[in-house]
């Protein structure tokens, strides 16, 4: 008898504890951005005395904020908080735009008019993402540029005043990279900046010496304790969903974004922008 009482108490108790997770992991942390600080220098390369870099990526930028999470209000508001940190250097590894095109609102140059807001001496840099080449590549790189954002597409330059250079390779997953055409003009042995969307570059390119950055994994958007990324996006192995990664004496950091894709959906894998310094 007692046990017949019990049961619906524990049914009730199992259902609260998933309207709390799908509460948590839909509404609450695919909105809780992180500004995570991480070390410029390593054992590789010293960087210059001072230097801030910061990195934000996968912002997926939409009109159907309550399913895409990032709307126009909430891009500004987070460029905001990233000017305020005061970076000498921005990198934005791609897909600025949510959706592919056919199913979002938002103009290519309303999108660029929210990056053009940021503010770094030393240049705003970016890279498209796949998303960005689903929308139209061509016309994201002219809207960007018209911001005075550097699109480096498999290309790179110097910062102004340093003997860092800045180099962009092109997205994986949709057929743009090459890591040795984006390297070609840095000096050799010179300190360097890399940032590409899809982590999958990062097994091909050469050995550099400086940062390497990456997103377009999302950190999977949920990381399952004891396992890791539930799903990983393109060819890169599960482990590179997230945080530094170490292949082949090569270092780098997979940011997990700030926006979210499929669903608007996020446990364990808070978004987040980095400052490198």
Do not use: C
């Not at 480096?152 to 994986?172: Q, Y």
Request: aromatic share 8%; net charge neutral; glycine share 10%.
């Amino acid at each position: 008898m007692s046990g017949r009482v019990g049961r619906p108490w524990v049914r009730i108790g199992a259902a609260l504890v998933l309207a709390a997770l799908a509460g948590w992991g839909f509404v609450i942390e695919p909105r809780w951005v992180a500004a995570r600080v991480e070390p410029l220098s390593s054992t590789a390369w010293t960087a210059p005395a001072g230097l801030k870099v910061a990195v934000a990526g996968d912002w997926h930028l939409t009109t159907r904020s309550a399913w895409r999470i990032t709307s126009v209000e909430r891009a500004a508001q987070i460029v905001e908080k990233i000017n305020a940190a005061q970076p000498d250097v921005i990198l934005l590894p791609g897909d600025f735009l949510a959706g592919s095109g056919d199913d979002e609102a938002l103009s290519i140059e309303e999108m660029a008019a929210v990056f053009g807001r940021l503010k770094a001496p030393q240049g705003v840099y970016a890279v498209l993402g796949n998303h960005d080449w689903w929308h139209d590549g061509k016309r994201t790189t002219e809207a960007l540029s018209a911001q005075g954002i550097h699109v480096l597409e498999n290309a790179s330059v110097r910062l102004p005043g340093h003997e860092v250079w800045v180099v962009g390779i092109g997205d994986h997953s949709t057929g743009h990279s090459q890591p040795d055409r984006a390297l070609a003009g840095v000096p050799a042995g010179a300190p360097t900046l890399v940032m590409m969307h899809d982590p999958f570059s990062f097994a091909t390119m050469p050995r550099t010496q400086g940062l390497v950055v990456a997103s377009h994994t999302h950190g999977g958007q949920i990381r399952v304790p004891g396992h890791g990324a539930l799903v990983v996006p393109g060819a890169a192995p599960r482990e590179w969903a997230y945080g530094w990664i170490a292949h082949k004496n090569k270092r780098m950091y997979v940011t997990s974004g700030l926006g979210v894709s499929i669903l608007p959906v996020r446990f364990n894998m808070r978004p987040e922008w980095v400052m490198f310094q």
